[in-house]
């Protein structure tokens, strides 16, 4: 997607999900193990079979600056003309004055995630578990907001084709 939008364009640029070099899938309060971790009760309570979730896989990689800027030199195909990178909340209402709900929160999280996750899960579990699903995701997304900080790495990187530079 990136070569076909520079075709058009002599620059470049966009954002993508990163990491500080320290993620861990098994983290408690990482967004995709929560996701897990409702799964896993559906299974627990046979709503859920064990194969179906036994056989799901989503590989997830956050890169780091530095790896993405290795990458973009090694095609040698692009200047790298900005790359930085920036912590955001998961909910940009978490630091706001006023008296924060997280149940709100935790609702508006889980839609995001429902956004970009639904079509992967709908297709492997079935449309009938989806409801349920992330009504437990939401439940296990205010549990970790009560009690740590969500912020997701985020990389801003902005292209410029070699040959128009």
């Not at 709503?47 to 990458?71: I, M, W």
């Not at 639904?118 to 492997?124: A, G, R, S, T």
């Amino acid at each position: 997607m990136i070569s076909i939008s520079l075709l058009c364009f002599s620059c470049s640029p966009f954002m993508l999900l990163g990491s500080m070099g320290s993620m861990r899938s098994d983290d408690p309060c990482f967004h995709w193990e929560l996701l897990g971790r409702a799964l896993n009760d559906m299974v627990l309570e046979r709503l859920v079979p064990e194969a179906k979730l036994d056989s799901f896989n989503l590989p997830y990689y956050g890169p780091t600056a530095e790896e993405v800027r290795r990458l973009i030199e090694a095609q040698e195909c692009f200047i790298l003309k900005r790359l930085e990178v920036f912590n955001m909340e998961w909910d940009p209402d978490m630091n706001r004055e006023e008296v924060f709900d997280e149940q709100e929160s935790g609702k508006f999280v889980s839609d995001m995630m429902r956004s970009v996750g639904e079509p992967l899960l709908k297709h492997h579990f079935g449309e009938e578990i989806m409801d349920d699903l992330f009504s437990r995701f939401t439940e296990k997304v205010i549990d970790c907001i009560m009690t740590e900080k969500w912020q997701s790495t985020n990389l801003i990187i902005s292209l410029t084709r070699k040959d128009s530079a």
